[in-house]
């Protein structure tokens, strides 16, 4: 990463605010349902909520793998469904909050008024899952050892135990408050009304996670239209102002990285929280959306986010309620992706919209209380180090 001499100034010169969010539901599985179809309606949603037309739009982000897609230079294949056609647009190959803070510095930077992220998962599609991550892993030393990627997850939630004295139990609370939270959310793949005792007796993938503390893949789309201050401010609704973003990336390789700490999440926050004026986020912020993938990432992350000075403050906070809707500090209030399903680039955005959906008030029966700021988190995914951090926050 960059050493302080060389950082960008990371003050925001023009305010970002979201105007309008769109989203499909997340599905197990869509067979009679293209990726352009649900893009479509899902941009349309998300137009609608801003008050815009698709002409309006000056500029286009898609965050997309192009393995996952079974398709290169996959920008070529979104411009008709979201409007670009003849404008500016480009694909990126990172997770849904990479592509807000692309668009936050497009927007900062004085180049456009207004801009659009979309994600989106066909994780239906995808036969052979495995063999696509294996490609995330160097070719000479790790690729030909031919383990499982979620052997990794493993190995990492095994040393994170280990160092922090966080115990299995307290992963399965998260199982269990994820997928119940989830039951509130009427757009979630997985909702399921599941204790820590049902966890535990999930078999083992890869000592010590089990089956149920994996999030399962889902489809699903989310377009969020960006929009600089100037112009938010004459859209006559009422927007949901971007704090702070940061992104960065850890060791990409297996040899050389922090096994017990996610730096890449820290990293990201102390980027979000210097833009946001975040003194002390465990009381600056009212709710969290974090990465999930693996049951033992949300507390992996909520520890580098610093929202605890203890990491066993971490584990007992799940354990005594204290993350779950109405306790002191919500966390994934949507479900996560335990219970939302893991959207691939989308799972990012979907983080963004259920803090949106709290900041605005519509959250329904899972309402946050004088929500005011949230934090969006997102994770590459395994075997990656890559990860982002939003700030959202009212007026």
Not at 30 to 53: N, V, W
Not at 127 to 135: A, Q
């Amino acid at each position: 990463m960059c050493p302080p001499s060389c950082e960008y100034n990371t003050e925001m010169s023009n305010r970002v605010a979201i105007l309008g969010i769109g989203f499909s539901s997340a599905q197990p599985a869509t067979p009679s349902y293209s990726y352009k179809e649900m893009i479509f309606e899902t941009a349309q949603k998300a137009y609608l909520d801003a008050g815009i037309d698709a002409r309006e739009v000056n500029s286009f982000v898609t965050c997309a793998e192009d393995l996952n897609e079974g398709l290169s230079i996959f920008d070529e294949y979104t411009p008709d469904q979201l409007g670009a056609v003849q404008k500016p647009m480009h694909t990126l190959t990172q997770d849904g909050l990479t592509g807000i803070a692309d668009a936050v510095m497009q927007i900062s930077a004085g180049l456009f008024d207004v801009v659009v992220v979309e994600a989106h998962s066909k994780a239906s599609n995808i036969v052979t899952p495995g063999w696509l991550l294996d490609y995330a892993l160097d070719p000479i030393y790790n690729r030909p050892l031919e383990f499982n990627a979620h052997a990794l997850a493993g190995l990492e939630m095994n040393v994170f135990l280990h160092q922090t004295g966080i115990t299995p139990k307290q992963c399965a609370h998260v199982v269990a408050k994820n997928r119940t939270h989830a039951l509130r959310n009427p757009a979630a793949a997985y909702p399921l009304r599941v204790f820590p005792d049902d966890v535990d007796g999930s078999p083992y993938l890869s000592y010590p996670l089990r089956e149920a503390e994996v999030a399962k893949t889902a489809d699903g789309c989310v377009v969020v239209v960006l929009a600089s201050e100037a112009t938010a401010r004459q859209a006559g609704t009422r927007p949901v102002w971007i704090r702070g973003v940061g992104f960065a990336s850890d060791s990409p390789t297996l040899e050389s990285r922090n096994w017990a700490r996610a730096e890449y999440a820290r990293a990201a926050a102390e980027m979000a929280y210097r833009q946001a004026g975040i003194q002390n986020p465990a009381s600056d912020i009212q709710v969290f959306e974090v990465d999930d993938t693996y049951a033992y990432k949300e507390l992996q992350h909520l520890l580098a986010l610093g929202v605890y000075a203890e990491s066993l403050d971490g584990g007992r906070a799940v354990e005594q309620g204290m993350t779950m809707h109405g306790g002191e500090m919500p966390v994934n209030t949507s479900g996560g992706a335990l219970g939302m399903g893991l959207t691939l680039e989308a799972a990012g955005l979907y983080r963004i919209v259920e803090i949106v959906l709290q900041l605005r008030g519509h959250a329904g029966s899972r309402q946050v209380a004088n929500a005011r700021t949230g934090l969006a988190q997102s994770w590459r995914g395994v075997p990656t180090t890559s990860g982002a951090v939003v700030i959202l926050g009212t007026e």
